[in-house]
């Protein structure tokens, strides 16, 4: 398997052009976030990923997580990376510093976060879901919890996970079945068992600190009667150090596609009657709570497709220049040449390399918003921001995994049959990404979330924000995309036509909606991340005209957005008529139609 190479000036060129970095230190809060900080803390998280986490993706899954008569063991390289990551403090950047944290910008965490899941995405999912844990107990905990579990959770010396599916209830988490009892002594005897939990058990960390949604007695009926539990591994003393276990276990590992080394346990709560759990927030509102970590982790979620996709582009791009086969086509001399050379090859990495960076672009966006929504100075400005990192989040999540698929499959391409074979690693990527478009909300509901409620928030003032701002940035253009101009003001009109269609026109029911809301979440996907590749393009076009930068870099960033308008585009813009269409042809089966023999 070849290398990973952290993209530190990619990654610093999106944080600069549609991230925010140079207006990190305006921000309240984030005045020591200056870009010599900025820069130092990427160029180490880079070293870290390619030298230390990198190695262990391959080894980890071909040996696995296993469950033992002691719990979870996981791969035996993972030490060293567990013990990596928390002496450098990795999961505090974004803490508050009230509990041990560094108090940096999302967006900073973000781009750490991208790096380590390129390097191993089964391992980041323990930090990514210890940080949504974090976010949600700092949101709703009492103080008390907050003082007890925070500080070992943000130096990752505990870990998080969180429970929510069970065999009967998968997206429907309305009707979950875990039970909740409460105590004399203000605790809750917790009941039940949860499927799909990722790292729900693990031998690198000292306790593993659950949240589980469980039912009340007596409680409202779907989602409106669902409570939070705080449910530790190892009880903690008053004094903050461990005490016994809690009536918590493994009841198996799941044998999955990809991701081998990250467990996925069914989890069983109170086989003894003695699972002790503490509520987390107000009765009843557990799924307003839970997607507070739900909402943190979509986008790290989302990112997970941009990371794997910029690993397996690199990947097949080492291949593509090693690999010796076939004279080049309209060459005079026969001889073979790398197939780094042939043109179809070539599509593949270039439509690869332009689908992650505008992936990529479309989550730092998002994080950007979120930080100014958290710490802008203002009320106005928090809002504005807040409305579009909410519009933002499902497309960051079900565009950007769906991304993650398509590159990690284009990448197999470039290995030909050897791509077929496990050996070469190329299949890993693939079988690894496939889980994302499912995790944290399958990606049919994130575009059901989006034209159901992120569209009509604020009567639909933040789209309109939106789309204000292409069609202002699209008018303006000239130079070097000038050409582009044309094709990406059509998306842009595409894009608004169909939001006006579902919306301002209106379908005669909801059922219709429901049928445009997957081409319209692609749609609107493909459109932002051309927008935002055309600004990368321009402010590319700057530095070359003022000699900042390296110019090899900087003409690859137009070549590359050139490409994702008049290439990648129009495919999408023909969605509009699939959405103005809404679900006629999909529901004009019966039943019974759909069966075979």
Not at 248 to 275: N, Q, Y
Request: proline share 4%; with cysteine.
């Amino acid at each position: 398997m070849s290398d990973y190479r952290a993209p530190l000036e990619e990654i610093t060129f999106a944080l600069e052009t549609v991230g925010g970095l140079r207006d990190w230190d305006s921000l309240p809060g984030f005045e020591e976030a200056g870009e010599d900080i900025a820069l130092a803390v990427l160029e180490e998280c880079g070293k870290m990923a390619s030298e230390v986490i990198a190695p262990t993706n391959r080894t980890g899954d071909t040996e696995g997580a296993k469950l033992t008569s002691d719990g979870v063991v996981t791969p035996a390289a993972f030490k060293p990376v567990f013990e990596a990551y928390r002496e450098g403090g990795w999961n505090t950047l974004a803490s508050d510093p009230d509990f041990g944290g560094q108090g940096l910008p999302a967006t900073l965490a973000i781009a750490v976060t991208e790096m380590i899941t390129s390097a191993n995405m089964a391992f980041s999912l323990c930090p990514l879901l210890t940080a949504g844990a974090i976010e949600a107990i700092a949101a709703h905990g009492s103080d008390e919890i907050k003082a007890k579990y925070l500080p070992k959770m943000v130096s990752f010396e505990w870990t998080g996970a969180m429970n929510l599916t069970e065999p009967s209830a998968g997206s429907d988490v309305g009707a979950l079945k875990a039970k909740a009892e409460k105590q004399a002594d203000g605790t809750y005897l917790i009941k039940g068992q949860k499927i799909f939990i990722t790292w729900g058990d693990h031998d690198q960390a000292e306790n593993v600190v659950h949240l589980v949604l469980a039912r009340l007695p007596g409680a409202p009926e779907g989602t409106r009667g669902i409570s939070m539990f705080l449910v530790p591994k190892y009880m903690v003393n008053e004094d903050g150090s461990l005490g016994a276990r809690n009536d918590v276990r493994v009841v198996s590992l799941e044998h999955k596609l990809g991701i081998h080394s990250s467990p996925t346990c069914v989890m069983s709560f109170g086989d003894h009657d003695a699972c002790i759990g503490y509520i987390v927030g107000e009765e009843n509102k557990g799924m307003r709570n839970m997607f507070t970590m739900m909402n943190h982790a979509r986008i790290g979620v989302g990112l997970e497709g941009v990371a794997v996709a910029e690993r397996a582009y690199q990947h097949a791009v080492a291949y593509a220049r090693d690999r010796v086969q076939s004279a080049a086509i309209g060459a005079k001399s026969r001889d073979s040449v790398t197939i780094i050379h042939h043109p179809d090859v070539r599509r593949l990495l270039l439509t690869s390399r332009a689908l992650t960076e505008a992936a990529r672009a479309i989550i730092y966006r998002n994080v950007w918003a979120v930080d100014r929504a958290h710490h802008a100075a203002d009320v106005e400005t928090r809002r504005l921001a807040q409305g579009e990192a909410d519009l933002l989040t499902p497309i960051s999540k079900a565009w950007s995994t769906d991304i993650g698929v398509e590159v990690s499959s284009l990448a197999l391409q470039v290995f030909g049959g050897m791509g077929f074979i496990e050996e070469t690693g190329a299949a890993q990527f693939y079988r690894d990404s496939r889980i994302a478009p499912i995790y944290e909300g399958t990606n049919g509901i994130q575009a059901l979330d989006l034209v159901g409620r992120k569209l009509n928030a604020d009567g639909g003032e933040h789209w309109h924000a939106l789309i204000a701002e292409m069609r202002s940035f699209v008018g303006g253009l000239d130079r070097a995309m000038a050409g582009s101009k044309t094709t990406l003001g059509e998306g842009v009109d595409a894009l608004a036509n169909a939001a006006e269609t579902l919306f301002a026109n209106g379908f005669e029911g909801i059922v219709d909606t429901a049928g445009a809301a997957t081409p319209y979440l692609k749609l609107f996907g493909t459109v932002l991340g051309g927008y935002l590749l055309a600004r990368q393009a321009v402010a590319a076009e700057r530095r070359l005209a003022s000699g900042d930068g390296n110019p090899g870099f900087l003409k690859a960033k137009i070549t590359t957005a050139t490409f994702f308008i008049e290439q990648l585009l129009p495919p999408a813009i023909a969605l509009l008529g699939p959405i103005k269409a809404g679900a006629t042809q999909l529901m004009a089966m019966d039943e019974a139609d759909f069966a075979r023999g």
